[in-house]
């Protein structure tokens, strides 16, 4: 029988949970500050026998990179953020704002002000997200890749996807050096079978998370329509997106 995604992802997970975090089921909850990651694997260095090579691991953050357009943000972003975090044992996930997503070039796009908000605002109150403005800041096309090149090379990256992005990602810009810089991590997403994103050729994680048909770009239509986004945005999202009068028709 086919291993499911948990015992293809978490085994590992839970093996290292077993070799050095038993008992303490708290490292999600740290938040990325130097001085708290540094706390807590010291606490753990202090308590079990390490092999060299394993402090390395302990030292190095884990860092999960959720990037999008994130107009707005939504529900299930978060839940993608949450569900990395747990199954990929995360020590942060940064929400990336692309400033200039030059896939979507040409389609209806609010300002990278409002995206930006809306990312700061989402994932507020949840210590162990952030919110990152290199790309709002940059100029030129959003490339992951010069995303990536700015983070230290001794964190762990894990690229987290929807399905349908991971199927698209041969078509980015200096796609392998993405590919080889972080381990790519796979949310599922209606109407994409795992299969389609296998047959791109590149190592993935495949996180088995229920399929949530929502998008930003249904929920746009819906404030066109004159419905309300409530709840499937995090509260403060839909506050400014009521108060900007952002998507409405004018
Ligand atoms: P849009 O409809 O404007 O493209 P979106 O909902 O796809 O918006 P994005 O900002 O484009 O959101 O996506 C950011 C990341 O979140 C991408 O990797 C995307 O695949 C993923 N994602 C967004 N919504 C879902 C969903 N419902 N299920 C799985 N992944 C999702
Ligand atoms: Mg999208």
Redesign the pocket.
């Known amino acids: 029988m086919e291993a499911t995604w948990s015992e293809r992802v978490a085994w590992p997970t839970a093996q290292r949970r077993g070799t050095f975090r038993s008992g303490w089921g708290i490292s999600t909850q740290i938040p990325c500050s130097f001085l708290a990651v540094a706390r807590h694997r010291a606490r753990l260095c202090g308590w079990f026998r390490l092999q060299a090579g394993q402090v390395f691991m302990l030292w190095a953050v884990r860092r999960g990179i959720?990037?999008?357009?994130?107009?707005p943000?939504?529900v299930?972003?978060l839940m993608?953020g949450e569900a990395a975090t747990n199954l990929l044992d995360l020590d942060i996930v940064t929400f990336v704002t692309?400033g200039d997503?030059y896939q979507?070039a040409g389609m209806p796009l609010s300002s990278r002000e409002h995206r930006w908000r809306l990312t700061e605002l989402g994932v507020s109150g949840t210590d162990y997200f952030e919110a990152d403005d290199r790309e709002v800041l940059r100029e030129g096309p959003s490339y992951m890749a010069d995303t990536l090149d700015s983070f230290p090379d001794d964190e762990e990256i894990f690229l987290?996807?929807?399905?349908?992005?991971?199927v698209g990602l041969p078509t980015w810009h200096r796609w392998k050096d993405v590919v080889d810089r972080t381990t790519v991590a796979v949310?599922?997403?209606?109407g994409v079978a795992e299969e389609e994103v296998a047959a791109i050729g590149a190592p993935y994680m495949w996180l088995d998370?229920p399929?949530?048909?929502?998008?930003?770009?249904?929920?746009?239509a819906r404030v066109e329509a004159g419905r309300s986004l409530r709840f499937f945005v995090p509260d403060p999202v839909w506050r400014y997106v009521v108060d900007e009068k952002l998507y409405a028709i004018s």
């Open positions: 959720l990037g999008g357009t994130f107009d943000l939504h299930v972003h993608a692309a997503p979507k987290i996807l929807g399905a349908d992005a991971a949310i599922s997403r209606p998370t399929g949530i048909p929502i998008s930003s770009t249904m929920l746009r």
